[in-house]
Structures are given as C-alpha cells and as structure tokens.
C-alpha cells in the first residue's frame, strides 16, 4: 500500500469517529493585539472550547508556514495564526508579511492533500475578545466536520 493510500484511508476512518472527536487547535497569537484579544476573552468569561492551545509570539509575521505543517504533523488538527489588523501592527507589515506567508502555506497544503479549513489566519485586535472567542468556536466545528487530523506522523507509515 502506497504513502497516498494509507492516508486515504485514515482519512475515511477519521471522519466516522467525528462524534466524539475533541480537536487540538494550535493558537499562534502576536503579543500586542491577539494575545490581548484573546486575554480579553478570558477576563470577560467568554465561552470558548478549552481545546485550544495558545502560543504567543512577538508577531505573525515571525510564524513562519514550516511552523504550521510541523504543528500539523506534531498532532494539532488545526491551527490559527492571528495577528493586527493590517496598518495597525506594531512592527509596521509585520502582518503583511504574515498574509503572504499564509497565502504561500495555503497552496502547500494543497499540493500535500490537507484539507485547507485545517488552517486559518485572522486578524484580532486587543478590544475583540468576542471575536476571539468566535473564532475558537467556529475553528473548532470546523475541525469537527473534517475530522482528526489524518496527517499526523503516527498516521503515516513507511512504505
């Protein structure tokens, strides 16, 4: 059985354990806007999925898309990576930067056959805590509907 069947196939069987399937979703969160956003939703008692795992960074412009696919290789069934608003990022095209890098992981993942909904950029400020907590909870019934992540090493076996 080849590399790309063997992935089919943990495809097809992820998606029939997708009831009680509780996703891990990496949050990768700039320090100055999201991070804040997301502390927000926290010191508000906004209701979110507690199946999501922030890492705060300088900036979104730092993750870099080999990030991503390690965290989705790694185990993460999905992953965010949230930003400023553009024109508001404190290391001026910071996010800009990080939108071009997202574009360029998108057409990554195609070419490998990840579902592109596994991962998503969104531009948070520090006053959206709501939106922050939409986002997890939007992300998370996303994830529910694909399924485990099929990619994950343990998934793959040498052929």
């Known amino acids: 059985m080849s590399e790309v069947e063997s992935v089919t196939n943990a495809k097809d069987a992820a998606r029939s354990d997708n009831a009680s399937f509780d ?3 990496l949050v990768f969160t700039c320090n100055w806007c999201s991070y804040a956003g997301a502390d927000l939703a926290g010191t508000s008692r906004l209701q979110y999925p507690p199946n999501a795992r922030i890492i705060r960074t300088m900036c979104s412009g730092r993750i870099e898309p080999v990030f991503v696919l390690e965290a989705l290789r790694d185990g993460a069934d ?4 949230t930003g400023c608003h553009p024109g508001d990022c404190h290391y001026v095209k910071g996010n800009f930067r990080a939108e071009k890098r997202f574009n360029f992981l998108k057409m990554a993942l195609k070419q490998i056959g990840v579902e592109e909904d596994r991962v998503r950029l969104a ?5 959206e805590g709501e939106k922050f907590s939409l986002l997890i909870r939007d992300m998370t019934d996303k994830i529910r509907e694909l399924g485990p992540n099929p990619f994950k090493s343990s998934n793959i076996k040498a052929t």
């Open 123 to 127: 531009w948070i400020s520090a006053g």
């Open 23 to 25: 996703p891990r979703i």
């Open 78 to 81: 999905g992953v965010i990576v």
